[in-house]
Nanobody
């Protein structure tokens, strides 16, 4: 069982930046693909980014491409999501997830964090 804990959410203005962290409880963190998803009130959970070992296995949703950057520090068992130029439509609860392969589908991930709220006002 792997526990994931997201931190770093908050309330910001449009154009601001936030950095989310996803800390994992496993020392085998480097063996997992990481996905970030988000869910706005009244909407389906939406894919944001999935990545594994590097740029060749990193996939961004078109809505965040060029604004969001994902990274990981396997020594710290932590993944990061740097979000720049945030817009009101980015308002959602953000979740990190771990699985065996990079996927845009939430059903392909095994472990999930509890989520962290990001609110962007105009």
């Amino acid at each position: 069982q792997v526990q994931l804990v997201e931190t770093g959410g908050g309330s910001v203005q449009a154009g601001d930046s936030l950095s989310l962290s996803c800390a994992a409880s496993t020392r085998s963190f480097n063996n997992y693909a990481i996905g970030w998803f988000r869910q706005a009130p009244g909407k389906e959970r939406e894919f944001v980014v999935a990545f594994f070992r590097g740029a060749a296995t990193t996939y961004y949703a078109d809505s965040v491409k060029g604004r969001f950057t994902v990274s990981r520090d396997n020594a710290k068992n932590t993944a990061y999501l740097q979000m720049n130029n945030l817009q009101p439509e980015d308002t959602a609860t953000y979740y990190c997830a771990a699985g065996w392969d990079t996927s845009r589908l939430d059903r392909d991930y095994i472990y999930w964090g509890q989520g962290t709220q990001v609110t962007v006002s105009s």
